[in-house]
C-alpha cells in the first residue's frame, strides 16, 4: 500500500492504493471517482461473492506519493 494522490476535474485527494503493476485497469470506489468529478462512461459488470455491481471506464492522473 502507498499514498497515492488522484487529481480529477473537480478536485485532488491523497488516498492509500494497492500497487499492481501487472495490471492493466486500477479499480477506485464510485463514491472516490464521483468526488473527483471523473467522467464515467458505462461498461458492464462485474461479479463477486455478494453478487454483480456496475463497472465504469474513466481516467485520473494518479501520482505514487513516496
Keep these: 500500500m ?3 494522490r488522484l487529481t480529477g476535474a473537480k ?3 491523497e488516498t492509500p492504493m494497492l500497487i499492481d ?3 492493466d485497469m486500477s479499480m477506485i ?3 472516490l471517482a464521483e468526488q ?3 467522467e ?11 453478487g454483480a ?4 471506464l474513466s ?4 501520482r505514487v506519493r513516496h
Design 2 to 4: 502507498v499514498q497515492v
Design 11 to 13: 478536485m485532488s485527494l
Design 21 to 23: 503493476s501487472g495490471a
Design 29 to 31: 470506489q464510485l463514491e
Design 36 to 38: 473527483l468529478g471523473l
Design 40 to 50: 464515467l462512461s458505462a461498461a458492464g459488470s462485474t461479479h463477486g461473492i455478494s
Design 53 to 56: 455491481i456496475p463497472v465504469y
Design 59 to 62: 481516467s485520473v492522473e494518479a
